[in-house]
């Protein structure tokens, strides 16, 4: 054991994902809320108000309700540190959700109890389920008329192919929703609406068969007992080497706007969470409590404060002690850093940081030094793997309106290229710029924040291009070659990765046939790295 053990054991970090709509925002602000790390929650909904949400900073996040951009948050409770990743719902912003999902140790799943399991859902688990990462699930807004849990369950299961454990059953919904039963502790806590408790004062009745439930709740209390001594029987029981393998998943339920159900959630993800564990390099396995830094670029967010253009680069600490002013060696280009303002978030509000650990969430403010999957160590050439960027499915070409501010276009579309909000390529026979994305509203929200945060009004036109790949070749010559004959399709990513354009997958598989050396991809990691298997299989 080592002296940083007792460190990365307190250490608790995982995201919370789900199909947009769900609740995860307003979940993630109640966990910041029980846990004491924010003392008021704003709600996502009230956009007119100058209170939103606390995980939701970007302007067009707060003119339409919902977010864009994933988002960390560092507390405490019980002892442990926790680092909660909020990630974006949309599925146009899946890329940075992937991104994210790389950096945690655990996820935390919202399910609408209306609407059950939804695509957006299927897709982020899939990548959960790649890299087993162990997931608890709370089905949120049991205060509204929705699915029976028993259907519920037998959904999940399906649909998302691992075995549902209850750890609380609800006794009723909507209007005769009373509260839910505490199967482990033997309890129900009773449920009164409002936004302002934190449930310090919420009413406790001790025992499954209390006499006072028939009294109080009726039929509804009847409908519950008989759906618990039926999952009682029927589910398997918590096995804590499934959980952590990604084969089965604890179960919650509540209403995260009504602060009901939340606390066992917390909870459980104290008890129930790994903390930080070994993580694969090229070179070797990193363990988290050896006594070098190292650390992985998951995520780039630009103008976080509008006031200084800054670029914070999200490192995930993978092992050692990070200290303020250490000396840090950028892997990829070998540069050093001495980074003295790095910061711990709460969304927006940062603090200046004087030590990590692994799992932490460090921010460093940097122009353009770090870029996404760079390694960070104390000397040791590493690099971390699985940090994944897909081909666009969607491309656009921008021109700046005023050609004087051409340098600011090419500037802003540069730094949101390095945040991977979308994908910048510079074609090799052009001077337009193209963009590449996963899905429309990620032009819409690259337009408006050209125009916000850099000044400048673009003009976003559809392009001819339909399908992108990557290229490589084991011969450099061959690889030039093919370059120099198709430069009317080829262009260069903000890596500087080479990419085929074509207008229909037929030219594709003519292109391929006709140059049996090259490699194409539909997916790469990070500078260089690259791989063809898509996460969809």
Partial sequence: MSDLTPQVRRRRTFAIISHP??????????????????????????RKASRHATSDWMEIEKQRGISVASSVMQMEYRDCVINL????????????????????????????????????????LQVCRARNTPILTFVNKMDREVQEPLALMDEIERELGMSVVPFTWPVGMGKAFHGVMDLRAEQMRVFMPGEDRKGQD???LLGLDNPLYAQRFGSEYQHAKHDIELVREAAPAFDEEQFLAGHQTPMFFGSAINNFGVREV???????????????????????????????????????????????????VASGHFERGMRLKVVRSGKELRPNTVVSFLSQRRELLDEAFAGDIIGI?????????????????????????????????????????SKQLRAGLTQLGEEGAIQVFRPVASSMLLLGAVGQLQFEVVAHRLEHEYGVKARVQPSRFQVARWVTCDDANELKRFIDGNSHRVAYDAVDAPTVLVEYAPELRAIESNWPKIKFHALREHAGLVFQKHLDG
Avoid at 279 to 295: L, N, T, V, Y
Avoid at 369 to 384: A, I, N, P, R, Y
Wanted: glycine share 6%; net charge negative; charged share 25%.
């Fill in 266 to 316: 917390l909870d459980a993800l104290v008890d129930l969470a790994p903390s930080p564990g070994p993580r694969p390099a090229i070179q070797r396995e990193i363990q988290p409590d050896e006594a070098k830094f190292s650390g992985v670029v998951f995520k780039i967010q630009a103008n976080m404060d509008p006031a200084h253009r800054d670029r914070i680069a999200f490192v995930r």
């Fill in 21 to 46: 709509d769900a609740g995860k925002t307003t979940l993630t602000e109640k966990l910041l809320l029980f846990s004491g790390a924010i003392q008021i929650a704003g709600s996502v909904k009230a």
């Fill in 365 to 405: 403010p940097n122009h353009g030094v770090l870029q996404l999957g760079d390694t960070l160590t104390e000397g040791e050439s590493l690099q971390f793997t699985g940090l994944p960027f897909f081909a666009p499915e969607m491309f656009r070409t921008v021109e700046v309106a005023d050609p004087l501010r």
């Fill in 85 to 124: 990743l909020d990630t974006p719902g949309h599925q146009d912003f899946s890329e940075d959700t992937y991104r994210v999902l790389t950096a945690v140790d655990a996820a935390l799943m919202v399910i609408d109890a209306a609407n059950g399991v939804e695509p957006q859902t299927r897709r982020l």
């Fill in 202 to 204: 919420d009413e406790i």
